[in-house]
T-cell receptor, first 114, second 112 residues
Framework: KAGVTQTPRYLIKTRGQQVTLSCSPISGHRSVSWYQQTPGQGLQFLFEYFSETQRNKGNFPGRFSGRQFSNSRSEMNVSTLELGDSALYLC?????????????FGPGTRLTVL | GESVGLHLPTLSVQEGDNSIINCAYSNSASDYFIWYKQESGKGPQFIIDIRSNMDKRQGQRVTVLLNKTVKHLSLQIAATQPGDSAVYFCAENKYNNNDMRFGAGTRLTVKP
């Protein structure tokens, strides 16, 4: 089975712009979670989508949003970029049901905001 | 989110030695725990997990121990190899809730 894929792998934007990141989960996985990883804050949960609905949400401002399509692929969007949004954005997929529900991560998208 | 420092705890071991990486978790209601390994430039890779109804689980060269009394998790790596050099994270969550909470991570360096 192919793993979780994320595109693009690297992105450079300037303050005030917006960005859309894409994640394709492992085949058969219906849950997609997004995380932000920075040296200062570590790995922080952004949100989770399951069956095209946001099921869980972390403590991030409304500038961070996401969606999931019927094929389980997911996108996250960050509007009005700030310097502090520079980070590695990780996507993780899981079956979304059953116990336990192990998450598998993609390689991440490295976003740099100038 | 949790606030962690810029400097990760580090563990340096000699190749062939056993490694023990520790993690203190915060939520006594957490019932599922996972260890991930993250190499430079890559996403976290699943290593092993354990449910709260167990106190020990073994995999290939790895063992996870769970002490719910003191909310402590450890990862033991036997016969550590240079390829084990990475940052190791513990994560906790509750069943049916994918809001995983990650620890700060520990950087393991294996000296040949």
């Amino acid at each position: 089975k192919a793993g979780v894929t994320q595109t693009p792998r690297y992105l450079i934007k300037t303050r005030g712009q917006q960005v859309t990141l894409s994640c394709s989960p492992i085949s058969g996985h219906r849950s997609v979670s997004w995380y932000q990883q920075t040296p200062g804050q570590g790995l922080q949960f952004l949100f989770e989508y399951f069956s095209e609905t946001q099921r869980n949400k972390g403590n991030f401002p409304g500038r961070f949003s996401g969606r999931q399509f019927s094929n389980s692929r997911s996108e996250m969007n960050v509007s009005t970029l700030e310097l502090g949004d520079s980070a590695l954005y990780l996507c993780a997929s899981s079956l979304g049901r059953g116990l336990p529900d192990t998450q598998y991560f993609g390689p991440g998208t490295r976003l740099t905001v100038l | 989110g949790e606030s962690v420092g810029l400097h990760l705890p580090t563990l340096s071991v000699q190749e062939g030695d056993n490694s023990i990486i520790n993690c203190a978790y915060s939520n006594s209601a957490s019932d599922y725990f996972i260890w991930y390994k993250q190499e430079s430039g890559k996403g976290p890779q699943f290593i092993i997990d354990i449910r709260s109804n167990m106190d020990k689980r073994q995999g290939q060269r790895v063992t996870v121990l769970l002490n719910k009394t003191v909310k402590h998790l450890s990862l033991q790596i036997a016969a550590t190899q240079p390829g084990d050099s990475a940052v190791y994270f513990c994560a906790e969550n509750k069943y049916n809730n994918n809001d995983m909470r990650f620890g700060a991570g520990t950087r393991l360096t294996v000296k040949p």
